[in-house]
């Protein structure tokens, strides 16, 4: 298949491993060099899981709790055994402890070959624009998904959450990040990318590149915010591999959500939205519909004028497996706020030792299990128990034997709809059910297993496969090998000097926030993570430079009780 984005292979490597990873750094000359290079003591924390609910923000559940914390006695006690009035520079503190930011870019394409050469299976993309200056090019842009990842991938559901966030080091940028989920229901990292600014251009080119090289899995579902840059990429036709069957672009419900209530301030409109976005059936759809038009005319033909199938249930055909927000990326995006103030390959670097701790956790708490004899992972057990239990009122008749079709009868809740029964219709040989939670989540919903404990068939056969310790496993089955020394990195396919984009440089003094604050903001301040949990680097070095604390000061801390990074606190690990 013929792409129009520059996605073949080069000899630039990519990175693997997400989860807890300190980095402590000392620095020394290198030999034959006339500047330094830090080596870096990696100490990994295992991040507790996260369970993925279906509609609330888990942006906190994924902050590790096994990072460092503050010692605000030390600093006060160094504060006045040296009486020390100058503020350190936060950026001066950075390349102290990570190298400088535009040496991080000529270093990067060695870098990527030497995660290649460790994980072969590792794909990385790097773009460069040629320069006037012979021997040199400028950077472009970057993407590496680990092959571990890739391989794993395999075993998770065809669901894809996409998200970008901003790069706050020396120079502008955005990062990329696909996420999936295992087979819990829990964050599973894919892929990166490093690129200038979000657009179609380079839209189009990760989402190329994770369907060239990360998964060629028909009807994959890819959910994502609202950016025009994203919605032009399946918007324009002639990208045939973002168009159905090989993929179907759903919207984040909870943009969907803000983007009716921010203009209409109404709190029963957001609710009806959630919930006629959430609702299986057709008929409940409409009548919730219905109800938003008596609320607000306006917000109703909004929504009326959105496509159904990229933020409904109801119209979804079964491919969101009930994934309804990008709550997967951006709640990783918060483990890397702190990394994203970090010179380039520092960030690639985080990456890998933060995806290969979270591996071995996973791949250690899965094999636990199937020692124990789990056959299936609790998220679908504990959604199986609860239709288990609702499956006990319902009424039986069987329609057809050969065609397993079967009538269900539930009463009518008594606190609703004036105790109305209802009726569904199962058919057990194309596996559906007229109320659209078997689809949807696939799992036997409580019309299958009122069925099954009737005529005595196993309901448990009727869950899918990719819900089974076995397939969690074998997701995090691969093991990362470790980074060669660095005298032992293999020379990059790229043989110019690669520069950076001195357009991008940031500009002196406070960076002034773009963000348009909204309820979504609101309700991350209301769940903020402890002081010495929290995931801000500008907090952090704020309260080092009151405390008259010096560059010389924390990496002497650093040093001498491998202390980690003040300005990093929890962001690093």
């Not at 609910?53 to 460092?68: A, K, Q």
């Not at 600014?197 to 915010?225: H, M, P, Q, Y």
Request: charged share 25%; with cysteine; net charge neutral.
């Amino acid at each position: 298949m013929s792409l129009p984005y520059n996605v073949q292979p080069s000899n630039a490597v990519a990175t693997d491993n997400i989860e807890g990873a300190r980095v402590l750094r000392s620095i020394h000359p290198r030999e034959g060099r006339g500047y330094t290079y830090g080596n870096e003591d990696i100490q990994t924390y295992l991040d507790e899981a996260i369970e993925m609910d279906d509609t609330r923000d888990v942006y906190e559940e994924f902050i590790d709790n096994d990072g460092p914390e503050d010692n605000p006695k030390f600093l006060d006690e160094l504060q006045v055994e040296n009486n020390v009035d100058a503020c350190p520079n936060p950026m001066k503190v950075v390349v102290a402890i990570y190298g400088d930011f535009d040496e991080s870019y000529t270093e990067l394409p060695q870098f990527l070959v030497a995660l290649k050469d460790a994980n072969p299976t590792t794909v990385t993309q790097l773009k460069c624009d040629s320069r006037g200056v012979s021997g040199t090019c400028t950077f472009n842009c970057a993407f590496w998904a680990f092959g571990l990842c890739i391989e794993g991938f395999k075993h998770c559901r065809p669901v894809i959450s996409i998200d970008a966030t901003h790069l706050y080091g020396k120079y502008k940028g955005k990062l990329l990040i696909a996420m999936a989920t295992d087979a819990n229901n829990e964050v599973y990292p894919l892929a990166f990318a490093v690129v200038k600014s979000e657009s179609k251009e380079t839209w189009g080119w990760f989402l190329a590149c994770l369907t060239r090289f990360v998964t060629d899995r028909t009807n994959l579902c890819i959910i994502s915010d609202r950016h025009s840059g994203i919605k032009a990429c399946f918007d324009d036709t002639s990208m045939t591999w973002l168009q159905p069957p090989m993929a179907h672009h759903r919207y984040c419900l909870h943009h969907v959500a803000r983007n009716v209530n921010t203009k209409r301030k109404i709190l029963k409109l957001k609710n009806l939205v959630w919930r006629v976005a959430s609702v299986n059936q057709v008929k409940k759809f409409e009548a919730t519909l219905e109800l938003i038009r008596n609320v607000k005319p306006a917000a109703y033909k909004y929504l009326e004028a959105e496509n159904k199938q990229k933020w409904t249930l109801a119209h979804d055909g079964g491919h969101q497996c009930r994934a309804m927000t990008t709550n997967l990326s951006e709640c990783f995006n918060g483990v890397l706020k702190g990394a994203r103030s970090l010179p380039i390959t520092a960030i690639v670097r985080f990456t890998f030792f933060k995806v290969k701790s979270y591996f071995d956790a996973r791949r250690n708490l899965t094999l636990d299990q199937l020692e124990a004899g789990q056959e299936w992972c609790k998220y679908a057990m504990d959604k199986f128990e609860k239709n288990q239990a609702k499956a006990k009122d319902h009424m039986v008749t069987r329609m057809c034997t050969q065609a397993r079709l079967y009538q269900v009868d539930t009463p009518g809740n008594p606190l609703s709809n004036k105790g109305r029964q209802h009726m569904h219709t199962v058919d057990l040989q194309d596996m559906t059910c007229t109320c659209g939670k078997w689809e949807a989540y696939k799992i036997p919903c409580s019309h299958v297993i009122a069925i099954c404990a009737k005529y005595k068939h196993d309901e448990q056969q009727f869950i899918d496969p990719c819900y089974s310790v076995t397939h969690g496993y074998h997701s995090y089955e691969p093991v990362f090998q470790l980074l060669k020394d660095r005298l032992a990195w293999l020379d990059p396919g790229e043989t110019r000097l690669v520069m950076p984009n001195s357009r991008l440089i940031r500009n002196k003094g406070q960076p002034k926030s773009i963000r348009i604050r909204n309820e979504m903001d609101e309700d991350d301040r209301s769940c903020r993570a402890p002081y010495g949990l929290r995931m801000d680097q500008s907090q952090d070095v704020g309260c080092v430079a009151k405390r008259g604390i010096t560059v010389e000061h924390v990496l002497l801390k650093m040093r001498s009780q491998q202390w980690s990074c003040i300005i990093g606190k929890a962001s690093i690990s």
